[in-house]
């Protein structure tokens, strides 16, 4: 156990994991529409179209979406407003940011799509 809280990459992979099922189950409880959960689940990784225009763009419209500021404001707006479908979209949101945690991807560096925030340091 204990090599495995001194790994902080398999934790935040494990924190996604939680993270995203938690997502899941509130979207249950909101009585969400799970075809829109399926076709909107994606939909933030059209961030990445910012590497069309260079690594240091990409890596800033990539990142501007996957992290939890924008869609825990959107959650509160809709908690606040009883605005379900605002909260399913920012559950959704929660849930596709969480997902990627879960398997790996995390936020991006300017030096590459696949230099994350996620990587591994060598072990001592």
């Known amino acids: 156990m204990i090599s495995v ?3 902080p990459i398999l934790l935040l992979r494990l924190e996604g994991g939680v993270l995203f099922a938690l997502g ?9 529409n799970w075809l ?3 076709l909107l689940l994606l939909a933030p990784d059209l961030g990445a179209l910012g590497y069309l225009v260079n690594l240091r763009v990409g890596a800033a ?4 979406v996957h992290i939890v ?12 407003s009883e605005d379900k479908a605002v909260l399913a979209l920012a559950l959704i949101w929660f849930s596709h940011i969480n997902m990627d945690r879960m398997v790996g991807y995390g936020l991006k560096l300017p030096t590459s799509f696949k230099h994350t925030h996620l990587q591994e340091a060598p072990l001592p």
Do not use: D, E, Q
Request: aromatic share 16%; no cysteine.
């Open 61 to 64: 419209t990539y990142n501007l």
């Open 24 to 32: 899941l189950l509130l979207y249950w409880k909101i009585g969400g």
């Open 36 to 38: 829109a959960f399926v």
């Open 69 to 80: 500021l924008f869609p825990s404001i959107l959650a509160a707006i809709g908690i606040i």
């Open 5 to 7: 809280l001194t790994r």
